[in-house]
Nanobody, 126 residues
């Protein structure tokens, strides 16, 4: 059973950049459909970015709020999935979670994912 460990969160001013990393322990990240979600207090978990399995060509999807600012990618040599976040805005402030699943489905629906990391805080100040 794969375990997901996130790192890279922190505090940054608006316009800055952060890179989140999700390490897959006990499994190969390339074999899973992977995604990043985020959640603010009192709000539902929101899909941020998604990458398909390596066998399916690492196809990516993005939420409307982050498209053209965030980039999801794999580093199979390190068994990790990365989320590069540029031009950050205060509205991007949230806890960011890495998720993985075996099957297919609507990429932005949290309940379709089998495995979750513990979350990492991202805070963007104006």
């Amino acid at each position: 059973q794969v375990q997901l460990v996130e790192s890279g969160g922190g505090s940054v001013q608006a316009g800055g950049s952060l890179r989140l990393s999700c390490a897959a322990v006990g499994g190969s990240a390339g074999d899973y459909f992977m995604a990043w979600f985020r959640q603010c207090p009192g709000k539902e978990r929101e899909g941020v970015a998604y990458i398909s399995t390596s066998a399916r060509g690492d196809y990516t999807y993005y939420g409307d709020a982050v498209r053209y600012r965030f980039t999801i990618s794999r580093d199979n040599a390190k068994n990790t999935v990365l989320l590069q976040m540029n031009n950050l805005k205060p509205d991007d402030t949230a806890i960011y979670y890495c998720a993985a699943r075996i099957g297919v489905g609507e990429w932005h629906i949290a309940s379709t994912y089998n495995y979750w990391g513990q979350g990492t805080q991202v805070t963007v100040s104006s």
